[in-house]
C-alpha cells in the first residue's frame, strides 16, 4: 500500500521528496486517528487522509506561488533525481522488447495521468490500480459516486485518446 500511495502521490505532486511527505503524514495521521476501527475500512479511510493530503500540498503551492511571483523571486526547480525503483530489475518477462515496450507504454501512461486534472487523476488511480469500488472511491475522494463515475470515464476517455498507440 505504501508504493501505490508513494506513486499516486508522486504523480500528483510531481516530486519525490514532497510525495514522501505527504505519504509519511498520511500514514502518521492514520495510525493516530484510525488505528482501532476495523481492518476492512482501512484501505478507504486511508486513501481518504492522502486525498485530503494531495489537496493541502496543492494549496500550499498555489500560495507560495503567488508569493514567488509577486515579490520577483525565483521558484524552485523540479528535482530530476532518478526514481530507485527504476533500478529494480524486471523479473515479469524475459523478452527484451516486451520490457521495453512496457517501459514506453508505462512513460507515456505517467505523463498522460500528470496532465489529467487532479479529480480525474485520483478517480482513475484509486478505480483501476487500487481497485476499488464506486461507493468506496467516492468515500476516499469525498464526493458522491456519480461524480467518481463522470470523473473515472472521462479520465478513461482522455487517456484511451492519449494511448492509442499502444492498443493493440
Same mark, same amino acid.
Given at each position: 500500500?505504501?508504493?501505490? =500511495?508513494?506513486?499516486? =502521490?508522486?504523480?500528483s505532486c510531481?516530486?519525490?521528496?514532497? =510525495?514522501?511527505?505527504? #505519504? @509519511?503524514? *498520511?500514514?502518521?495521521?492514520? =495510525?493516530?486517528?484510525?488505528?482501532?476501527?476495523?481492518?476492512?475500512? &482501512?484501505? #478507504?479511510?486511508?486513501?481518504?487522509?492522502?486525498?485530503?493530503?494531495? *489537496?493541502? &500540498?496543492?494549496?500550499?503551492?498555489?500560495?507560495?506561488?503567488?508569493?514567488?511571483? &509577486?515579490?520577483?523571486?525565483?521558484?524552485?526547480? $523540479?528535482?530530476?533525481?532518478?526514481?530507485?525503483?527504476?533500478?529494480?530489475?524486471?523479473?515479469?518477462?524475459?523478452?527484451?522488447? $516486451?520490457?521495453?515496450?512496457?517501459? $514506453?507504454? *508505462?512513460?507515456?501512461?505517467?505523463?498522460?495521468?500528470?496532465?489529467?486534472?487532479?479529480?480525474?487523476?485520483?478517480?482513475?488511480?484509486?478505480?483501476? &490500480?487500487?481497485?476499488f469500488d464506486?461507493?468506496? *472511491?467516492?468515500?476516499?475522494?469525498?464526493?458522491?459516486?456519480?461524480?467518481?463515475?463522470?470523473?473515472?470515464?472521462?479520465?478513461?476517455?482522455?487517456?484511451?485518446?492519449?494511448?492509442?498507440?499502444? @492498443?493493440?
Open positions: 500500500m505504501e508504493r501505490r =500511495a508513494f506513486g499516486m =502521490a508522486r504523480l510531481g516530486s519525490r521528496e514532497d =510525495a514522501l511527505d505527504i #505519504v @509519511q503524514d *498520511t500514514m502518521l495521521h492514520f =495510525a493516530r486517528l484510525y488505528a482501532g476501527r476495523p481492518e476492512g475500512e &482501512w484501505n #478507504v479511510l486511508f486513501y481518504r487522509i492522502l486525498h485530503s493530503r494531495i *489537496t493541502d &500540498w496543492y494549496r500550499r503551492t498555489a500560495v507560495r506561488r503567488r508569493f514567488h511571483d &509577486w515579490f520577483g523571486k525565483p521558484r524552485d526547480g $523540479e528535482n530530476d533525481d532518478e526514481d530507485p525503483l527504476a533500478r529494480v530489475a524486471d523479473t515479469i518477462s524475459p523478452d527484451p522488447a $516486451e520490457g521495453v515496450m512496457r517501459q $514506453e507504454f *508505462t512513460v507515456a501512461l505517467q505523463a498522460a495521468l500528470a496532465r489529467l486534472p487532479l479529480r480525474q487523476q485520483q478517480a482513475f488511480v484509486l478505480r483501476a &490500480w487500487e481497485g464506486t461507493a468506496q *472511491t467516492a468515500r476516499a475522494m469525498g464526493c458522491s459516486e456519480g461524480s467518481v463515475k463522470t470523473h473515472y470515464s472521462r479520465a478513461v476517455h482522455a487517456l484511451q485518446s492519449k494511448l492509442g498507440e499502444f @492498443q493493440p
